[in-house]
């Protein structure tokens, strides 16, 4: 899919460049994407990635995407 590897060059770079706050949105993203197809369990693996940077803006967003 087209948008999961969009998703994942940014977290790549993010990655490489320290970026964490980047890092959750992009997570944050894909749990919404995830969830949307009915991918239950990968939603909820991006949403815990995304929380990993421990930024509240992304905290409030993430966990009910």
Excluded: K, S
Excluded at 26 to 32: G, K, L, Q, S
């Amino acid at each position: 899919m087209q948008a999961l590897e969009v998703i994942e060059a940014r977290v790549q770079l993010a990655t490489a460049r320290g970026e964490g706050r980047a890092i959750g949105h992009a997570e944050h993203a894909a749990a919404v994407l995830h969830n949307g197809l009915g991918r239950y369990r990968d939603a909820l693996a991006a949403a815990q990635r995304a929380c990993a940077y421990e930024d509240l803006g992304v905290f409030g967003w993430a966990m009910p995407g």
